[in-house]
C-alpha cells in the first residue's frame, strides 16, 4: 500500500550542484506532478505529465528539468542548484488531470537545502 | 488568472471549540474549489470539494465548507475541533473552463494550532 514514495526525504546540495528528486507511484495514475512549498506561499506547480512521454510546465519551471519514461516514475532534475531552490518539494499523482473527478495523492515530500 | 486568498495565516483554537479558516478566491464564470489538509511531516490530503449544486459541502473528519458565489468565498468550518485537527489547511481552485482543469492553484495555507 505505498500510494506516492519520494526519495530522498531529505537533501542539503551547495550552489552548483545537481541531483534527482525521486518520486514513483504505484496507483497505475496517469497523471503526475511536482510541487515546491515555501512558507507564506502555499504550493506551486512545477511541471507535469498527462502520462508517460508527455510532460509541460506549470508556474515556476525556471530550473527544473522533467522527464516520464514509464508510468511509474516521474523524477524531478535540478541541474545547477540556486539557494532559492530550497523549498519543500511533493510529488502528486491522480488517476486523470481533471481534479473534479479524480483526487490527488501526495506524497511526503522531500526538504531540499542550498547552501 | 485564478488566485486565492487564505485571510488568515494562523488559528489558535481550544478543544472542542468551533473554528472557520477563511477562503478568498478571485472572480471567474464558473471554478472548482477545494480544501487539503496537511498534518505535521506528511504530503496534503483531500478535506472536501465544490464542483457544482449545492452550496453545502461536507468532508471528511467533520469537515464542511460553504461556497459563496457573490462573495467569492469558500470558507472552511468545524463545529467542535480535536487536537488531532492541528495541521495546516489549503484552499485551492480550479478553473474548468481555462484550460486549466489540471492545474490548482493554492493559497498560503493557514495553520490551526488546537489547545488542550
Known amino acids: 500500500n505505498a500510494g506516492v514514495t519520494q526519495t530522498p526525504k531529505f537533501q542539503v546540495l551547495k550552489t552548483g550542484q545537481s541531483m534527482t528528486l525521486q518520486c514513483a507511484q504505484d496507483?497505475?495514475?496517469?497523471?503526475m506532478s511536482w510541487y515546491r512549498q515555501d512558507p507564506g506561499m502555499g504550493l506551486r506547480l512545477i511541471h507535469y505529465s498527462v502520462g508517460a512521454g508527455i510532460t509541460d510546465q506549470g508556474e515556476v519551471p525556471n530550473g527544473y528539468n522533467v522527464s516520464r519514461s514509464t508510468t511509474e516514475d516521474f523524477p524531478l532534475r535540478l541541474l545547477s542548484a540556486a539557494p532559492s531552490q530550497t523549498s519543500v518539494y511533493f510529488c502528486a499523482s491522480s488517476y486523470g488531470g481533471d481534479f473534479a473527478k479524480n483526487i490527488q495523492y501526495f506524497g511526503a515530500g522531500t526538504r531540499l537545502s542550498v547552501l | 488568472a485564478q488566485s486565492v486568498t487564505q485571510l488568515d495565516s494562523q488559528v489558535p483554537v481550544f478543544e472542542e471549540a468551533p473554528v472557520e479558516l477563511r477562503c478568498n478566491y478571485s472572480?471567474?464564470?464558473?471554478?472548482?474549489l477545494f480544501w487539503y489538509v496537511q498534518y505535521p511531516n506528511q504530503g496534503l490530503q483531500l478535506l472536501l470539494k465544490y464542483l457544482s449544486g449545492s452550496t453545502l459541502v461536507k468532508g471528511i473528519n467533520g469537515f464542511e465548507a460553504e461556497f459563496n458565489k457573490s462573495q467569492t468565498s469558500f470558507h472552511l468550518r468545524k463545529p467542535s475541533v480535536h487536537i488531532s485537527d492541528t495541521a495546516e489547511y489549503f484552499c485551492a481552485v480550479s478553473d474548468p473552463f481555462s484550460g486549466g482543469y489540471n492545474k490548482l492553484i493554492f493559497g498560503a495555507g493557514t495553520r490551526l494550532a488546537v489547545h488542550p
Open positions: 472572480s471567474s464564470v464558473s471554478v472548482y
Open positions: 496507483m497505475n495514475h496517469e497523471y
